[in-house]
Every structure is written in structure tokens, then in C-alpha cells.
């Protein structure tokens, strides 16, 4: 998978996580129904699902999976190649969760306990399953630039042993959650200020002896994990505020409407003003918490919320004092560890680009001043079909942002069959005599 074939373009993912394999498992079921795919690398520092494991600090491991695991690497298994779509249907369900189940023996156990989520490392140990049954084997790096070469990315890296690396491609994905978002003034490397990442791997909060008072700050899922997770590790007579720049909490949508727009962006994503996604994406999926963790709050009595905005955290002693802004009214908050859960950055990979690479996206996405990168809401707002940026050659996909552009699934777990039908359609050749991949107006799926 990692040698060129003179002729065809080479995609290079960045991330082997779940979207990284969906394409490389579409890839290989595109490639067994004649189509002329492209050369494939996919490159990760640390290898396949290892955010998931619950080793490296995204997540402790056992929380439980958000969306439902039937959403796996094919789901919705739309009918996007034509005549071929039901072959490459067949193919990819022999990588779906099911099919995982079957194979560990194991299906009929969670049909019969009502069809559980798994938790993250359960969903890591499927992720692997794909990988060596694609097989896809990553190339283990640790990408440090991106820029523009005779046409192509070029991606330089450093590999485990400490050896410099390159790689050129035609597309280059980039995926994974980022980094941690700061909050202005954030200070850097304090030992009671923890980031959202940083949590996962701290125990310090588990070594105090007496009751605790913890601030997590943030309203979205990740606050909400971590939120979850403390109520089983602090003190009996610990507290945990929670505080909302919302001014109260959340659960998200699960009706068939919304959950429609997940699996199938084609039913009127784009008929709706770009105010109006918005909103949805903030009611359904930005700052507002699942429904599991949302049954665990109300049950914690522990657990206060705070309505307001967090403009400033200050070390006093052996404290954080945190200062809320609601409606111009300022509040003065004493707490022994602070988290800051406000989610990641979608705009990580600006740090990595090149001169040129950063002129080409300027370029591409103009916002003003010559060179200057453009902000997170331009960059949504020119992501295409095929989840790229248009106009900037070659492809940049960008999943991660494609959620107000092209439909609210791809920066997620909601509809990754089709976001490897977007990413690749830009790169396969069709068998002689059936049609490209299907437009926004013909493609179709079901259900998120």
C-alpha cells in the first residue's frame, strides 16, 4: 500500500482513526470491482485507533461509544457507484460492526443484551479488526510539515527512531481531533490547570486526600466525559461545577429529522440557510452533551452548573480562581483543580503548513490581506463535494470542517461510508460504461 504505481495519483491520510480506514477499506472494495483506485499511505505516530485505546490521553478507554456502533467504516452503505454500489456494499459489510461481532462470536450476546454501545477501547479493538483484514498497515510518524512541492504535498516527517522522513502525494486527509482549544490567557503548564487531553493522563486529582471542589469548563461532550469520570474518582464530598457559556445544559437531538441529516446530508443539508446549520450543529452536536451522559448527570448530585463565560484563571496559592462573565456581572470562583474542556482545534494543521502551502490556502480561500490564512468560518464555507478545499490544487479534504458546508456526519463518526465515497469519488476512474459517483441530488442512505 505504501509503494507508488507510475501513472496513478497517491492519497496520503493523515490520522489512522475511523475515517482514515473507512477510505482505506472503501479503497480496497472499489479496487475489487475494477475501479482504478489510487496508491494509498496513511500515516500515524502512533499507529491504528490509538486516540481510542484510552493510552494516549484523548479518553480514559471507557467511555462509551456516542453514536451507535452500526455507524462502523461502511455506514450507510449508500448507493453511490451506480451499478456497482450493491458489490461494493458487499464488500465493505464484511468490515462492518456486525461482521466484527460475528467473528469474535459475540453478535448474538449483544443482540440479546439490547445492543449496547461499546466503550472506546472495545470500539479500538474493531478499528484494529479492519486494519488487518484491509489490511492497512500505517506508517508510523509524526507529520511536522506540510507544504507544496512540483505540484504535490509534500509531508515531512520524523519516525519513531528519530529519522527524518518525506512523503509526496496528489490529495492529502487530514483527520484527528487536534489540539486542546485554550482559553485566552490560559496559563501554560500549570499543575491545577488541566486541558481536556491532559486530564485523561493526570492522577494528581486522585492523590488529594479530602474533598475536592473541581471546575470543568466547557459544555460539549468532552466536558461532559470528563465530568462523568471524576464523579467515580474524587473524594466523597467532592464538587464539580460545570460552567456554560450557554447558561445551562444541554442534551442532544435524537430524532429521526436530525438524525436523518447525519446519515444523509443529500435529503436538504444545503437548502438551509447557513444560519440555520448552524444552529443545528450547535443544538446537535457542538456544546451539548449525549444522552448517556446527560442520564449520569442528573443522577449526580455532586455536580452544579454555572452559567457564564470564563474570562480569566488566576493561581492563587494552592488554588485556581476562576472569573465568570454573565450578562457584564463578574464572579470570583476559588477551586482546587481547574479543567478546561472546551474542545479542539479543527485548525491544527495551520502550524505545519509551509510558506507555500500556507499562500496556496490563502490564495484559495481569500479573507483579505495577501497570505493571510483564512478563519475557521471561511474555510467551512469552502469546503466542496468531495471535502476539499475548492480551489486549491492539489486537494486538500478536510472532514473535520465540512460539517456546515456539506452535511453535519463527516466531522464525525455519523456517516463515514460516505465520507469515503466523497474523498475517493475525486480520484477513482469508473468501470467503462457506468457513471461517476453520484451527485449531492442522487445519492442516497438511511437512517444515522
Known amino acids: 500500500m505504501h509503494e507508488h504505481t507510475a501513472g496513478r495519483a497517491t492519497l496520503a491520510v493523515l490520522g489512522a482513526g475511523p475515517k482514515g480506514l473507512a477510505i482505506a477499506a472503501k479503497r480496497?472494495?472499489?479496487?475489487?470491482?475494477?475501479?482504478?483506485?489510487?496508491?494509498?499511505?496513511?500515516?500515524?505516530?502512533?499507529?491504528?485507533?490509538?486516540n481510542w485505546t484510552g493510552d494516549v490521553g484523548y479518553t480514559d478507554g471507557r467511555q462509551l461509544l456516542s453514536t451507535e456502533p452500526e455507524k462502523d467504516v461502511g455506514f450507510p452503505y449508500a448507493h453511490t457507484w451506480g451499478a456497482d454500489s450493491e458489490r461494493v456494499g458487499h464488500e465493505m459489510d464484511r468490515w462492518s460492526w456486525r461482521s466484527y461481532l460475528v467473528h469474535q462470536e459475540g453478535f448474538a450476546n449483544w443482540v440479546d443484551r439490547g445492543r449496547p454501545r461499546p466503550s472506546h477501547r472495545e470500539?479500538?479493538?474493531?478499528?484494529?479488526?479492519?486494519?488487518?483484514?484491509?489490511?492497512?498497515?500505517?506508517?508510523?510518524?509524526?507529520?511536522?510539515?506540510?507544504?507544496?512541492?512540483?505540484?504535490r504535498w509534500r509531508l515531512s516527517a520524523r519516525s519513531p527512531a528519530g529519522d527524518r522522513v518525506h512523503f509526496d502525494c496528489d490529495g492529502l486527509v487530514l483527520t484527528g481531533p487536534g489540539r486542546p482549544l485554550r482559553l485566552p490567557g490560559q496559563p501554560d503548564d500549570h499543575p491545577r490547570i488541566l486541558d481536556g487531553r491532559t486530564f485523561w493522563?493526570?492522577?494528581?486529582?486522585?492523590?488529594?486526600?479530602?474533598p475536592v471542589e473541581v471546575c470543568v469548563i466547557g459544555n460539549g461532550e468532552t466536558a461532559g466525559s470528563i465530568t462523568t469520570v471524576l464523579l467515580g474518582l474524587l473524594p466523597e464530598g467532592s464538587t464539580i461545577e460545570l460552567?456554560?457559556?450557554?447558561?445551562?445544559?444541554?442534551?442532544?437531538?435524537?430524532?429521526?429529522?436530525?438524525?436523518?441529516?447525519?446519515?444523509?446530508p443529500t435529503v436538504g443539508w444545503q437548502q438551509l440557510a447557513e444560519r440555520h446549520r448552524?444552529?443545528?450543529?450547535?443544538?446537535?452536536?457542538?456544546?451539548?452533551?449525549?444522552?448517556?451522559?446527560?442520564?449520569?448527570?442528573?443522577?449526580?448530585?455532586?455536580?452544579?452548573?454555572?452559567?457564564?463565560?470564563?474570562?480569566?484563571?488566576?493561581?492563587?496559592?494552592?488554588?485556581?480562581?476562576?472569573?465568570?462573565d454573565y450578562e457584564q456581572e463578574r464572579e470570583r470562583i476559588a477551586f482546587d483543580w481547574v479543567i478546561v474542556a472546551i474542545g479542539f482545534d479543527p485548525l491544527w494543521f495551520s502550524h505545519l503548513l509551509g510558506e507555500r502551502a500556507r499562500t496556496a490556502l490563502a490564495d484559495a480561500v481569500p479573507t483579505g490581506p495577501a497570505g493571510r490564512l483564512p478563519s475557521r468560518a471561511m474555510v467551512e464555507r469552502a469546503i466542496g463535494h468531495d471535502l476539499a478545499v475548492t480551489g486549491l490544487s492539489p486537494k486538500l479534504h478536510l472532514p473535520v470542517l465540512a460539517g456546515v458546508a456539506e452535511g453535519p456526519g463527516f466531522p464525525n463518526l455519523s456517516c463515514l461510508g460516505l465520507l469515503s465515497d466523497r474523498v475517493l469519488g475525486a480520484y477513482t476512474a469508473p468501470v467503462t460504461g457506468v457513471g461517476a459517483p453520484a451527485t449531492d441530488a442522487a445519492a442516497t442512505g438511511s437512517g444515522r
Open 278 to 324: 448552524r444552529e443545528f450543529l450547535k443544538r446537535t452536536d457542538r456544546g451539548v452533551f449525549s444522552v448517556q451522559v446527560e442520564q449520569v448527570l442528573n443522577r449526580a448530585e455532586a455536580v452544579r452548573t454555572l452559567a457564564g463565560r470564563v474570562v480569566r484563571l488566576e493561581p492563587v496559592e494552592a488554588k485556581v480562581v476562576v472569573e465568570v
Open 201 to 210: 493522563t493526570s492522577e494528581d486529582p486522585l492523590e488529594r486526600g479530602g
Open 28 to 50: 480496497v472494495a472499489l479496487a475489487r470491482t475494477g475501479r482504478d483506485v489510487p496508491d494509498l499511505l496513511v500515516v500515524d505516530r502512533r499507529g491504528v485507533a490509538a
Open 123 to 151: 470500539w479500538s479493538r474493531y478499528l484494529r479488526w479492519v486494519a488487518a483484514r484491509v489490511p492497512v498497515e500505517p506508517i508510523l510518524a509524526a507529520v511536522d510539515g506540510i507544504d507544496l512541492a512540483d505540484g
Open 243 to 264: 460552567v456554560s457559556d450557554h447558561g445551562v445544559l444541554y442534551t442532544r437531538g435524537e430524532s429521526f429529522t436530525e438524525n436523518r441529516f447525519y446519515s444523509d
